[in-house]
């Protein structure tokens, strides 16, 4: 049979070993299948690698910017402008 470890939850011992919780155990396929359907260990995965991931900036606008374009206001010229939509009638 192949050879696998588990990580242990719990304190295991035997005649030849005394296992603490979080040790890595080396046992055959069969072994581990038993400790992990008692909930005894969980399966050891070699080589865990954890990546960090950069966030994206923030957008950056002004906070009086009405139409998308970056900039204060309605800043929009001509027929763009929200004015010229007839979205503000005075």
Avoid at 19 to 28: A, H, S, V
């Amino acid at each position: 049979m192949r050879s696998v470890k588990v990580r242990l939850l719990v304190g295991l011992s035997g005649p030849t070993f005394n296992l603490q919780p979080g040790d890595i155990y080396e046992c055959d396929e069969a072994e581990a299948t038993r400790l992990h359907s008692a909930r005894y260990a969980i399966p050891y995965e070699e080589d865990r690698i954890e990546r960090a991931v950069v966030a994206p900036a923030p957008e950056r606008r002004d906070p009086l910017d009405h139409d998308g374009d970056g900039r204060k206001g309605g800043s929009l010229r001509g027929a763009q402008s929200t004015r010229a939509k007839g979205a503000r009638k005075k």
